[in-house]
């Protein structure tokens, strides 16, 4: 592993607890035990540290999608994506979204651009699951839309609802698009 790719992955772990909100290169830098000039080196510029983290967080998720078996029909593959969404892993990256998402809303680069690479390959990762369980490969995308729209609503919501309400809403989406 070339040290930048190291430097990616511990940067991303960094990110993951702490968050990208109020992230600042010293801080971040200390962490790694390095210098804020060195992640300059390395990455070229805060933002494009950023980009990368998020890439990297990104591809972690993606990795737990794909690596998903087949579910036996449409109706559990979208209980599964939910069940994999919220382990403690991917409820981290899923959070660090969020926030990325927030801040591109608003214009803020590198995260709409970040943002926007990142829901295309998510997406896909979506659909793909959902093919191998059954659904058709024109319905796959449209499914992966709904889900994934449900669910990143959900995950904002469900500190406020609770664990209970959340999984009802989730089992009554699995049921109708089952």
């Not at 592993?1 to 511990?10: F, G, P, S």
């Not at 899923?94 to 998510?122: D, H, I, K, T």
Request: aromatic share 4%; net charge negative.
């Amino acid at each position: 592993m070339t040290r930048r790719a190291e430097l990616a992955e511990r940067a991303t772990d960094y990110a993951l607890e702490h968050g990208l909100i109020g992230l600042s290169l010293r801080p971040l830098a200390a962490a790694l035990d390095t210098s804020d000039r060195m992640l300059n080196y390395h990455f070229g510029s805060k933002d494009a540290l950023i980009a990368t983290v998020l890439a990297v967080s990104n591809e972690r998720a993606m990795l737990t999608i794909r690596a998903m078996p087949a579910s036996p029909s449409v109706r559990q593959a979208i209980l599964d994506l939910w069940d994999a969404l919220t382990e403690p892993a991917m409820a981290r990256c899923q959070r660090m979204y969020v926030e990325a998402a927030a801040l591109g809303l608003f214009g803020r680069e590198p995260y709409a651009v970040s943002v926007r690479e990142s829901n295309e390959v998510w997406l896909a990762a979506i659909a793909a699951h959902l093919q191998r369980s059954g659904a058709t490969k024109a319905r796959a995308m449209r499914l992966a839309t709904l889900v994934d729209a449900t669910a990143n609503g959900l995950l904002l919501d469900r500190p406020l609802d609770g664990d209970d309400a959340t999984h009802r809403v989730v089992t009554d989406l699995a049921d109708a698009l089952g």
